[in-house]
């Protein structure tokens, strides 16, 4: 199994959740990229975002981001 563009878009929009507060969520216009807007909507189908264009997280989608946030900080570039 590997990443797609399709997977990277997804967790690269599931890193833009602020996971401090439940109360804030995201909005994906209409004029943002066609890719961003495909990942919204599949976060959205697999349940883990209140809305197909952002909305908040539900509970499947915050355990997801913790584990995206994990995964970015294993394979972030380090500083010297």
């Given amino acids: ?23 804030s969520g995201i909005k994906v216009h209409s004029s943002a990229r066609e890719a961003v807007i495909s990942a919204c909507q599949r976060l959205f189908d697999k ?5 197909c264009d952002g909305g908040y997280l539900t509970d499947a989608g915050i355990e997801a981001l913790a584990h995206a946030q994990v995964l970015a900080g294993l394979l972030g570039e380090k500083s010297a």
Avoid: A
């Avoid at 199994?1 to 109360?23: I, K, V």
């Avoid at 349940?47 to 809305?51: A, K, P, Y």
């Fill in 47 to 51: 349940g883990l975002i209140s809305q």
């Fill in 1 to 23: 199994m590997s990443f797609t563009s399709s997977t990277t878009e997804e967790l690269n929009l599931l890193l833009q959740f602020d996971n401090t507060t439940t109360g």
